[in-house]
């Protein structure tokens, strides 16, 4: 059963988003789409070979990893194929969004932090960060004093990371760390005022989303902040993802991933939609004494 109550806001100020023309949107809708899911996977694969695709390759050597993150959220290919899918594709156009929408929510959390406590800095728990574009972009964003902890279970996405932090010089405020998030009480001694969750769950079965979110939870102080995101299948090639990246995601509605959080004890959801309408950007708060 889900009782969780969501509030749905619109996007802050200042964000610029990527969006389609209707003729654009109609275009994916009526051909691009059942092309691209019907299409035989094996003749897409290896037109994505031939044309050295690095988002295919990418998604063949780790699906949905933060290598093809990083290539969607740059958008500087050289390859055509790739030129195509991540200027003109719905899925990378909706990440871009959402690592925007998400790091100037962290930055208003980051301020409203500092407005409460100016001695303090506020501490954020990036969980999956990969190299960490979203909170880097985050931190730069804001003046006010925040630091950050990144895990992630693969290690070159530090490697990338850290040279990221230093050319943002944000090498000081980001400490690194290499673990499994469902080893929280493993490597957490500093509680995280804001909880990072971006980018995962729709890799998570629900019971490790529950169990992950619960670890952060007891963490984190009363009111403490959780910001995650679900996704639908507005992007409309799951399809197409599935038999020709290999990427298998749990598409959830904000109410299903709130109704998961709301048994970790978070609650008051303030639910940020990117125009795509692929993802919600969702901020819960940690109820006080755990209750939701
Ligand atoms: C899709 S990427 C998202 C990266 C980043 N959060 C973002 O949104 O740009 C997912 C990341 O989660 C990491 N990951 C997946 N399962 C994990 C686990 N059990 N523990 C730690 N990291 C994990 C992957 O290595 C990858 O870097």
Same mark, same amino acid.
């Given at each position: 059963?889900?009782?969780?109550?969501?509030?749905?806001?619109?996007?802050?100020?200042?964000?610029?988003?990527?969006?389609?023309?209707?003729?654009?949107?109609?275009?994916?809708?009526?051909?691009?789409?059942?092309?691209?899911?019907?299409?035989?996977?094996?003749?897409?694969?290896?037109?994505?070979?031939?044309?050295?695709?690095?988002?295919?390759?990418?998604?063949?050597?780790?699906?949905?990893?933060?290598?093809?993150?990083?290539?969607?959220?740059?958008?500087?290919?050289?390859? #055509? /194929? %790739?030129? +195509?899918?991540? &200027? $003109?594709?719905?899925? =990378?156009?909706?990440?871009?969004?959402?690592?925007? !929408?998400? *790091?100037?929510? #962290? /930055? %208003?959390? +980051?301020?409203? &932090? $500092?407005?409460?406590? =100016?001695?303090?800095?506020?501490?954020?728990?990036? !969980?999956? *960060?990969?190299?960490?574009?979203?909170?880097?972009?985050?931190?730069?964003?804001?003046?006010?004093?925040?630091?950050?902890?990144?895990?992630?279970?693969?290690?070159?996405?530090?490697?990338?990371?850290?040279?990221?932090?230093?050319?943002?010089?944000?090498?000081?405020?980001?400490?690194?760390?290499?673990?499994?998030?469902?080893?929280?009480?493993?490597?957490?001694?500093?509680?995280?005022?804001?909880?990072?969750?971006?980018?995962?769950?729709?890799?998570?079965?629900?019971?490790?989303?529950?169990?992950?979110?619960?670890?952060?939870?007891?963490?984190?102080?009363?009111?403490?902040?959780?910001?995650?995101?679900?996704?639908?299948?507005?992007?409309?090639?799951?399809?197409?993802?599935?038999?020709?990246?290999?990427?298998?995601?749990?598409?959830?509605?904000?109410?299903?991933?709130?109704?998961?959080?709301?048994?970790?004890?978070?609650?008051?959801?303030?639910?940020?939609?990117?125009?795509?309408?692929?993802?919600?950007?969702?901020?819960?708060?940690?109820?006080?004494?755990?209750?939701?």
């Amino acid at each position: 059963m889900n009782d969780a109550v969501l509030e749905t806001c619109d996007p802050p100020a200042g964000v610029e988003f990527e969006t389609f023309s209707a003729l654009r949107r109609g275009m994916k809708f009526l051909l691009a789409n059942p092309f691209a899911n019907h299409i035989p996977a094996r003749i897409v694969r290896w037109l994505l070979r031939v044309t050295r695709s690095q988002l295919a390759a990418a998604n063949w050597e780790d699906p949905g990893g933060w290598q093809s993150m990083v290539i969607s959220y740059n958008a500087d290919c050289t390859q #055509i /194929a %790739d030129k +195509v899918l991540v &200027s $003109a594709g719905t899925m =990378p156009t909706a990440l871009r969004n959402r690592k925007r !929408l998400a *790091a100037r929510l #962290i /930055a %208003d959390m +980051v301020d409203a &932090s $500092a407005a409460a406590a =100016p001695d303090h800095s506020a501490h954020a728990l990036c !969980l999956g *960060a990969g190299p960490g574009q979203i909170i880097g972009e985050a931190l730069t964003l804001t003046d006010a004093p925040a630091h950050a902890t990144l895990v992630d279970i693969s290690s070159d996405a530090f490697d990338y990371g850290r040279k990221l932090a230093a050319e943002r010089g944000l090498t000081d405020r980001m400490t690194f760390i290499q673990a499994d998030v469902r080893d929280l009480d493993d490597f957490l001694d500093d509680p995280p005022h804001i909880v990072k969750m971006l980018g995962i769950c729709e890799y998570l079965l629900d019971e490790e989303i529950v169990t992950i979110a619960s670890a952060v939870a007891e963490l984190m102080p009363d009111h403490g902040a959780i910001i995650f995101n679900s996704i639908s299948k507005a992007h409309g090639t799951d399809r197409f993802f599935r038999r020709v990246f290999g990427l298998h995601m749990h598409h959830r509605t904000p109410e299903e991933l709130c109704g998961l959080m709301a048994r970790a004890g978070i609650g008051e959801f303030r639910v940020h939609a990117e125009p795509l309408g692929v993802y919600h950007v969702v901020v819960g708060r940690k109820a006080a004494h755990g209750g939701a």
